[in-house]
């Protein structure tokens, strides 16, 4: 859910006009984006640059209003790009600078602009001396890539043979960006970004993140909402970011005096939401984890039987989790439980792997990984099979042994498929750690 | 990259009539996907449901042509909707069904229309019951959701109070559905998609994977380009699907005789990258890895150091993983790979813990899960920290130990973010088990 300010939605009329008053064009406030190729209308892939990029244009101060995605169509990205430079005065295009007929962005972007494509004799050199540098032949279709809008600056590309172009006339700006990631990007902060600087709004947006853990999104906005409707010049958006953990995100146009208020808003809903804070500037629970540890001198291990590794894979996506993190046992089966955790036989037989006794076994086994100080343990049953009345699919046993014989437990039940049960669970794990080595159980 | 099929590009054209000829519209054979919601136009979330969409359409025969994500304002998303139906003869719009005033799909769908929003007493009922049978007090808001488009039919929504909405009009469809996926889905399935199907082609698509490992997009197409271009009514697509592994989509309409050239077409490009083929029907490398084994009646277990547990929480994303995958050991520390492994003290001084020796101690010591017939050990340097100019970032070393003292090792070196070099490493090292484990190294 999220709740818009009421100062930077639809500040820009539907259709502005092309003539500006002054001869400085006001600045850029909005923008739309259009992903150009066939592959982003299959089921298989998502168009993601958009993400990248949108957060790169809200740093400027720009909101992105439309984004559209359009497969390898001459006619109908012609079509998009028009409107979109008719209803916003920034346009980027992403993907179709390639070399074969598919790739129409500089054909499109020509017709909707009614200018001409001209084949510029620097960007040629640049793409004969590419293939001339891996001493390979250059198929004669490569030189489309040298073909420039009339008017258009080039973006040069360090990693492919496709430059970018940007255009600009009477305060319409049309950037064309190359579609592989590994080149947009630095083609965007090397090329595109410092010219759009100029033409935005100095100041950029305001952005904190907050991240909570075992609420759920309605509970989190009944909770929030008494305060952060009292700031409507924020814009406050609550999501669930992985099964078990919710983000809210506050932004805002970086005018006089709106970092204190965004600061004071964060804070009132850092306390509101004290029992459920996972971090209030954004990082995660992994990640907070790491700190708190590393902070102490303690080390940790985990003893993993339905996440299959996934709680040590999650803490070791942190840089330098081996400070703090000595490793794991994936106890799949019950006899690695019984043989490498220590779990009694009988605990297993008339108990069953997914039980309290196995759990806190478990996590006193977890201590056998060069005596770490804490052991953090996870059994259940993730489904779709192995479920019983007693025990249905999504239970999970949480169990957090550390120093002075603290041993921690409790029991879960999850809904949804295999992945989710198993990622709720390393969650609830991190946060059964996180509460114990903060003391609010 | 991505090679269309001569066949149903642009089948439609960009303005299609309102009226038709006869009676019977024609056959609905593309579609526009529109999703609403400001967060979708946030840094923080894709739209994910199109990819579900495009999927479910697909079978029906029915190709999307664009996709566009709007905000929640009302005005755009009119705009969007009379735009879709006026160049597509179906349009789908997912989100904005909630009860608050951010929600505006069903206003904007009736400005486009050109039709009055109506109070349904049925919905108003059933949103009522809803309530009552929580024994929640009703926000008066919440009646927003009994509104329809004055001729559309409700499509009951099993898990929320918002109805979904069909509407048709001369051969033009327009379907309401809400955002969240655990309440699209079942509609989709059970309310929309009948109702689509009489409307459809009745073949639907055929839709055949390939998928490749250790080998890039433009070796892939080197090799294929010279089998798939034979057959130009097959759509073909060649993507990465993770680091090191690539999937090859082969598409087309299901009219006669197109299912043997889609299964030839297949035959000839696994045979010409049979030395790369992870499965000739889509399965993931750990599903084939775990089938063969089973079939084997033999076991496995893991050792890992860099990937931190990510070989076992990919091995168990398969369910019945169990019979086969015993569990491993992460030895993030050097003191681990010691104490549980037994890497010798004198290996991890002189050679370190990236080194031949070491995975081929980390294989061997995998075998001490319950002795599993093969153990699978990784050993590598994530990154960003603790590279060196003899052992840079993304080096990684991988080892198979199994029956008959068989044990195969080898290096690598993956470049990219300490993500994108685990991700690789543990493919590598589940597809040197599948070589082995086939004779193929």
Known sequence: MMHPSSEHSSAEPLRAKDTQQSGTPPPLTTAEIIAAGAELLTPFRADTNSLYLTSELNELGIEVVRKTIIGDEKERLALAIARGLQENRLVLVTGGLGPTEDDVTRPAAARALGVPLVRDPEQENIVRAWFDGRQTPMPERNLRQAEMLAGATALPNALGTAPGQYWEREGRVLVLLPGPPRELQPMWREQARPRLRERARAAGWLHRTLRLGELGESRVDEAAAPIYTQYPAITTTILTAQPGEIELHLRAPN??????????????????????LVSAHGESLERVVISALAARGQTLAVAESCTGGMAGERLTRVPGASQVFNGGIIAYTNSVKQEML????????????????????????????????????????????????????????????????????????????????????????????????????
């Not at 005018?255 to 004290?274: F, H, K, N």
């Not at 770490?372 to 042994?401: M, Y």
């Open 255 to 276: 005018v006089a005096g709106r970092a204190e208020q965004v600061a004071e808003l964060a804070d009132r809903l850092a306390s509101a939401l004290a029992g459920h």
């Open 342 to 441: 220590g779990v009694e036989k009988t605990i297993l037989e008339r108990e069953g792997a997914v039980s309290e006794a196995c759990v806190r076994a478990m996590a006193r086994g977890a201590r056998r990984l060069h005596q770490p100080d804490w052991g953090l343990a996870i059994t259940g049953i993730a489904g779709p099979a192995g479920g019983s009345p007693e025990k249905p699919v999504g239970t999970v046993w949480l169990g957090c042994a550390g120093p002075d014989d603290v041993l921690e437990v409790r029991a879960r039940r999850f809904h949804g498929e295999r992945e989710r049960v198993r990622q709720a669970a390393v969650f609830s794990a991190l946060w059964l750690l996180w509460q114990t080595l903060n003391g609010t159980m």
